[in-house]
């Protein structure tokens, strides 16, 4: 009974995907994904092109028919539900508004196809669009629009009939970096003010890490990792997904044993996550977490290059065993560039190195 009553006043928007999958002539574009996205959740999936990131997005709409598994919303399997039904809000890359048009009809059009009642439209449309603060461009067409401004009407008419459910594949893609980062923050406080589940599709590493509450890093059709932008780039299960968020060293190394690696001559005290002593693996550590000085350190090292940025400087350096290391250093105060040739301390912090095995680079 209690339960009962739980399910019918909790928040409205949740998505689960069952060990969902789809063929394409023999290959498979999307390959068993298994996730499931809370109600008011900001959910990204993140991969380079090809890797099934629309594909799960049409599925989930409804515009795909999956070869296999299922899309539960609010734990209701909607395999016959059409897409019109499923109660979803989307936004494309490229707008999609009818240019013939204009900003209110465009976002009455959901609306009627509901067969809302007029004063309602009205009330509704206007609501939208103070939204995203376009409310003194209700008369105007697409084309008298900005390219941000066109976007922003396209995310006023996903929203116009209350969807609790919003999916946006690369909607910012068209627009320059100014515009999209802007626009970037207006989609995330719209999603809270309207506590909307969001599954958004973007290659941009940047704009996933920046939005999502949770991030689904995509490779061929498969899900590599879920976790918060903090989990994925602290702790990377491959390499794939600690390459593809942010910059990172991988160095050669020899696992010693479940606590040890060993790198060029010296031997590291970090935890090999089960790999085979004596076997290759390699160890990843982002540029701004090794330390670099005038002092001895547990490496010796030459610099190759150093390139002043103001706010930081960034090194190459050479390291015997280790081989040349990508360095970033942050200036609080003043900061002597250390200039190529000089040798310098490098220090690798135990908290900030992973192991992987080698082959998962390939
Ligand atoms: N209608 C289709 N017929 C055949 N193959 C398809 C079809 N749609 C997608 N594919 C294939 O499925 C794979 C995944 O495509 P999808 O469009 O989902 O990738 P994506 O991650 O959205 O890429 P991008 O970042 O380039 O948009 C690709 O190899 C693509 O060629
Ligand atoms: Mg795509």
Not at 106 to 111: E, Q, S, T, V, Y
Not at 215 to 243: C, H, N, W
Request: net charge neutral; hydrophobic share 40%; aromatic share 6%.
């Amino acid at each position: 009974m209690s339960v009962a009553t739980k399910a019918t006043t909790t928040r409205r928007g949740s998505v689960s995907l069952r060990g969902l999958t789809k063929e394409y002539a023999g290959a498979r574009a999307v390959d068993g994904i298994d996730v499931d996205i809370p109600a008011g959740e900001f959910f990204t999936l993140l991969g380079p092109s090809g890797c099934g990131k629309t594909t799960t997005l049409m599925m989930l709409a409804g515009f795909v028919q999956p070869s296999g598994g299922d899309v539960l919303i609010d734990g209701r399997d909607v395999a016959n539900v059409p897409p019109t039904h499923r109660d979803i809000g989307m936004v494309f890359q490229n707008y999609a508004l009818f240019p013939h048009l204009t900003v209110f009809q465009n976002l009455a059009f959901p609306l009627e196809m509901r067969r809302l009642r007029r004063p309602e439209i009205a009330r509704r449309v206007s609501e939208a669009l103070k939204l995203v603060r376009l409310e003194q461009w209700a008369d105007s067409y697409p084309g008298q629009l900005s390219g941000g401004q066109q976007q922003r009407v396209a995310v006023a008419r996903a929203v116009v009939f209350n969807p609790p459910v919003l999916l946006m594949d690369e909607p910012l893609g068209a627009l320059d970096r100014k515009l999209r980062l802007q626009l970037q923050l207006q989609i995330r406080s719209l999603q809270r003010e309207l506590g909307l589940t969001v599954v958004y599709v973007t290659h941009d590493q940047d704009e996933a890490m920046s939005m999502s509450d949770r991030v689904a890093i995509m490779r061929q059709g498969k899900i590599e990792q879920v976790g918060t932008p903090t989990e994925l780039y602290e702790t990377p299960v491959s390499v794939f997904v600690a390459d593809f968020l942010g910059d990172n060293n991988t160095i050669p190394a020899r696992i010693v044993d479940d606590r040890h690696v060993r790198v060029g001559d010296v031997v590291l005290s970090v935890p090999t996550h089960g790999l085979a002593e004596g076997t290759d693996g390699v160890v990843l550590v982002r540029p701004e977490r090794i330390q670099i000085s005038d002092r001895p350190a547990t490496f010796s090292g030459v610099v190759h290059e150093a390139v002043y940025l103001g706010s930081t400087s960034q090194y190459e350096v050479d390291v015997p065993g280790a081989g040349r290391l990508r360095c970033s250093v942050s200036h609080s105060g003043s900061h002597t560039v250390w200039e190529p040739g000089r040798r310098v301390g490098v220090e690798l912090p135990a908290g900030s190195v992973r192991v992987m095995p080698r082959s998962e680079k390939e």
